[in-house]
């Protein structure tokens, strides 16, 4: 039989992998908003942060409570205050979410992003959805391949990145303020997919004792 | 006299308000480069961010060496768990100010930002150093009423965002590239008060044992 301290480390994780959870369906729920200038979606991230930010303040309070009562040490303590750090990337990713549907809400009913960056975004999307459910997968399951194929992933993204701003510089014919939505946008799908890695990683670092080569 | 301990947990508050120095005067120089093409500043901004990242490494291990070894109790606990939050924040700053010094690189020997945005940038440059000044003093002297200054500091960084928006959606005759940097840099240096802001803020916490509202 597990111990109590235990069973409260394990809410912990649950409590991360159930944010991976909320945050990957904000960013699906966002983008689409953003692509088909759906305001009902665009309004249901934004509200829906609230639940991250419960979470996140939630999660936060138990892991202190639990350093402050169990006295935990070395390799446990190094789990609770990891999870301290993972949970403010989720709570971070959820902000970024929220962002990208303000964007959509903002340009209502126009579709905030011109036809030709749509599929660079859709594809960026793709990616950050990726990267949440991988990092999902390597807080519940402690898989260090699962790990290294998100930092590829996050290549890949950086890629897309770099192919939005071609566009931009190249025969952009939709003015200055759809510009800066997709520059901020671009950046927004950047940071969300660096936090997920930076979960990731924080994963092996807890498993291995070492921090990944960024 | 005071115990190993505490002298400890010293050492790691002297570290974190270093780090507020050190990023400071990362900002500082970074917008000096930006404005005036000092292709040397930002370098050297650029380069100096290994100094952040190494005393952030070191002020991470530190913490939860002490964490391991002296088994803190509930209120010494939190101060430690929440030093690694602040530094985290740090390193951050550190981090976009370097992202400043790069945009002024890349446009080097051009200046990256036209005239008529220059003292929008000026002006927040001179917030982002007013608040991380104050983040430091914060730190230094757990001065509450500093802290609320801060947060007046913030809005009024959030009022020069949108000014630079303003600027961007009016007569903007210097295409998109220079529209692309300038939104990206408006971001850096309001996203750089948020850490600011975020630090005095988990300072206040400490201090009350409430998170001061938003």
């Not at 979470?55 to 301290?84: K, N």
């Not at 990267?131 to 950086?158: F, N, P, Q, S, Y």
């Not at 200055?176 to 901020?184: H, Q």
Request: glycine share 6%; proline share 2%.
């Amino acid at each position: 039989m597990r111990d109590t301290f235990h069973d409260e480390l394990d809410q912990i994780g649950t409590a991360l992998i159930e944010m991976t959870q909320l945050v990957g369906t904000a960013m699906s729920k966002a983008t689409t908003a953003l692509l088909t200038a759906d305001l009902a979606a665009a309004e249901e991230v934004v509200s829906g942060d609230d639940k991250v930010n419960v979470l996140y303040a939630e999660t936060e309070e138990r892991a202190f409570d639990l350093l402050a009562r169990q006295q935990p040490v070395a390799g446990d303590l190094r789990v609770i205050v990891t999870g301290l750090r993972m949970v403010a990337s989720l709570e971070r990713m959820g902000d970024l979410a929220a962002h990208i549907a303000k964007i959509a809400r903002l340009r209502y009913p126009q579709v905030a992003v011109p036809e030709e960056v749509r599929d660079v975004i859709r594809q960026m999307s793709v990616i950050a959805q990726n990267v949440v459910t991988k990092a999902g997968a390597v807080l519940a399951g402690h898989d260090i391949e699962l790990a290294a194929e998100l930092e590829r992933d996050d290549d890949a993204m950086d890629e897309l990145h770099k192919r939005l701003f071609t566009v931009l510089l190249g025969d952009w014919t939709h003015g200055i303020e759809a510009a800066i939505d997709v520059t901020l946008l671009g950046r927004f799908y950047e940071r969300y997919a660096d936090h997920a890695v930076s979960v990731s990683r924080r994963v092996v670092q807890l498993v291995t004792g070492e921090l990944p080569p960024s």
